[in-house]
Nanobody, 124 residues
């Protein structure tokens, strides 16, 4: 069974830091782009940061200079280091990944997966 499992959310005061982790498991051949999205109450889900298999990164303007995305390909894991957190960063954070799976008979296909979400709450 293929899944993304997130950890590291919680409650922190403004100015504090948190580190989110997301590990992919299952019959995975390779992983292309991995990313973090967030959704605050009453708002649409938005991209926070993404990282390609080659290490290229992309950030939302609102988190540039404060958040850092990284990945450990050997562990099929992506991280989001969040510093200088603000109350407006409060949201459920979701991991997303493009996973290449082996289907058998020499066939491989890419699928997009979501994690279950982890709550990040920043108090003022």
């Amino acid at each position: 069974q293929v899944q993304l499992v997130e950890s590291g959310g919680g409650l922190v005061q403004a100015g504090g830091s948190l580190r989110l982790s997301c590990a992919a498991s299952g019959s995975i051949v390779s992983i292309n782009t991995m990313g973090w999205y967030r959704q605050a109450p009453g708002k649409q889900r938005e991209l926070v940061a993404a990282i390609t298999s080659g290490g290229s990164t992309n950030y939302a303007d609102s988190v540039k200079g404060r958040f850092t995305i990284s990945r450990d390909n050997a562990k099929n894991t992506v991280y989001l280091q969040m510093n200088s957190l603000k109350p407006e960063d409060t949201a459920v954070y979701y991991c997303n990944a493009d996973l290449v799976l082996y289907l058998g008979l020499g066939l491989r296909k890419e699928y997009n997966y979501w994690g279950q979400g982890t709550q990040v709450t920043v108090s003022s």
